[in-house]
């Protein structure tokens, strides 16, 4: 149970690997900690080593997850709980991701994110955990078989959008509209490459996006573009073969827009070699690469 009143699967507090509990679970979170700008300047002197357990966490969050292969995030409240409809929901998305080939990513904790992990392990998959160190007792889940437990928020971002190919977004709170908000932030500075982006529930989300188109556009705040990176859908299937079919587009053009480029730059190369040296032998007409500039061409025949 969380200091919130709030069922948890797990128990004990993480803090990176350790496991504390009871008395031992501290006041303040190591992010907390990092953001406070009230301590005396004695701590400036220890920034230093926060910055070698920041390194730590990308170097163990990359080496776990370097082999992974083609993955999805599904993002959602974890307040959820078991007997809800979205947690039904979130369990098919977790399934069918798998059977599309894809390992399934949450944050590890309860609500949606406990049923994809579910729905992913017993569908056989990878169901992956990043935990979070937060200020009330919550372990990862059960149902993950690779789980990765991180004291900083942005370290943990860092893996979602990393590994992930897509994402998956269920009913959820601040922190889901957090991590949806970051993606289609990424996608539209292109901070990242174009990935698919599917919420499931119109009638959770449609007010959001009516409110987007309605209010945000106008104003131009958004693009029309902006609005075509995410899509909502009622059924599970159909967001997770969105996610597969845009998702494998993406994937094309990407491929594509990287020949046309590796082709532009060879083109360009060469044209600066033609700058810099003059048309090889096979475009000179007749005359010998290393003829010199304006010499007749040979006739087969030597002066006496």
């Known amino acids: 149970m969380s200091d919130e009143g ?163 977004v269920l009913p959820g709170g601040f922190g889901t509209f957090d991590e949806l908000f970051e993606a289609l932030t990424l996608v539209q500075t292109h901070k990242v490459t174009e990935f698919p982006v599917a919420l499931v529930g119109s009638d959770f989300w449609q007010g959001l996006l009516d409110w987007a188109r309605d209010v945000v556009l106008p104003r131009g705040m958004i693009s029309e573009h902006d609005l075509e990176l995410v899509r909502v859908f009622d059924d599970p299937d159909d967001a997770v073969q969105y996610v597969c079919d845009r998702g494998a587009e993406l994937a094309a053009e990407e491929a594509a827009a990287v020949r046309e480029a590796a082709e532009a730059a060879a083109e360009a190369e060469a044209a600066e070699d033609v700058r810099e040296h003059g048309p090889s032998s096979d475009s000179a007409s007749g005359a010998p690469s290393d003829a010199p500039s304006g010499a007749a061409p040979a006739t087969g025949t030597s002066e006496a």
Do not use: C
Not at 98 to 127: D, F, H, L, Q, R
Not at 137 to 162: A, C, D, W
């Open 6 to 168: 709030l069922p948890q699967s797990g128990s004990g507090y993480r803090k990176g690997p350790v496991l504390l509990r009871g008395t031992q679970i501290p006041r303040q979170t190591t992010d907390a900690r990092l953001l406070d700008t009230k301590e005396d300047a004695d701590w400036v002197h220890s920034d230093p080593w926060r910055v070698l357990r920041i390194q730590s966490e990308f170097v163990e969050g990359f080496g776990a997850l370097a082999e992974l292969g083609p993955a999805v995030s599904v993002f959602g409240s974890a307040r959820t709980k078991p007997d809800h409809p979205d947690f039904a929901l979130a369990e098919t998305v977790g399934r069918r991701l798998v059977e599309e080939g894809y390992s399934v990513i949450t944050g590890g904790g309860p609500g949606i994110m406990e049923a994809a992990n579910k729905g992913a392990s017993e569908a056989g998959g990878t169901s992956v955990g990043l935990g979070i160190e937060l200020p009330f007792e919550q372990g990862v889940n059960e149902h993950v078989n690779l789980g990765i437990s991180f004291r900083y928020f942005f370290t943990r971002k860092m893996m979602f959008v990393k590994y992930s190919q897509g994402f998956v």
